[in-house]
């Protein structure tokens, strides 16, 4: 009878794996939704729930960058290693921090520009994606941060829409 109350108790500890995958169109180049992504440091200045976010190393295409998340009294790190594709694509790898696993990319794509009514060449914009599978490393973790950092992961897409809004306005022109 005790292996099954340790088996039930091992069950109970399991982390689920989440997938979450999101996408939009926005009116900004694939380049500058790139260079926002990338602009690790600058996170805590848009992102609510970001306490402290720096780059521990870089080197040609790999960046290695910490975050600490603060919401409410709750605070935790994780640290991962981004391989970018510059204006194309960041893949993203959990280095260290309460997951079992964290894997995810951000893919960025230009749209082509269109002929408006009034004949004049209406910018394409750009489609910025984000997938993102990550798994806590027990299920008591989940539990306590699991929800928050579900919700964290959902509304990123959105919260770089409005960094891009903020830092180039509305939308494009032709030739920007």
């Known amino acids: 009878m005790p292996a099954l109350i340790i088996d039930s108790t091992l069950s109970i500890l399991i982390a689920l794996m989440t997938t979450i995958s999101r996408q939009i ?8 939704m790139f260079a ?10 848009f992102l609510p729930w970001c306490e402290s976010a720096r780059v521990l190393r870089e080197a040609g295409a790999q960046m290695d960058a910490s975050i600490a998340m603060k919401v409410g009294s709750f605070r935790k790190s ?21 997951f079992k696993s964290l ?3 951000w893919s960025f794509y230009n749209l082509p520009d269109t002929d408006g009514a009034d004949g004049a060449m209406v910018p394409g914009g750009s489609v910025i994606r984000l997938d993102m599978t990550f798994e806590f490393a027990n299920k008591l973790i989940d539990l306590a941060i699991g929800p ?12 770089f829409q409005q960094r891009a809004t903020a830092i180039y306005g509305q939308a494009l022109t032709h030739g920007n």
């Open 25 to 32: 169109h926005v009116p900004y180049t694939a380049a500058q």
């Open 36 to 45: 926002l992504v990338n602009d690790v440091a600058a996170y805590p200045q």
């Open 148 to 159: 928050i950092f579900r919700e964290i992961v959902r509304n990123l897409v959105g919260a």
């Open 103 to 105: 894997d995810g990319s």
């Open 78 to 98: 994780f640290a991962t290693r981004n391989l970018n594709t510059p204006g194309e694509k960041i893949v993203v790898s959990l280095l260290d921090g309460p």
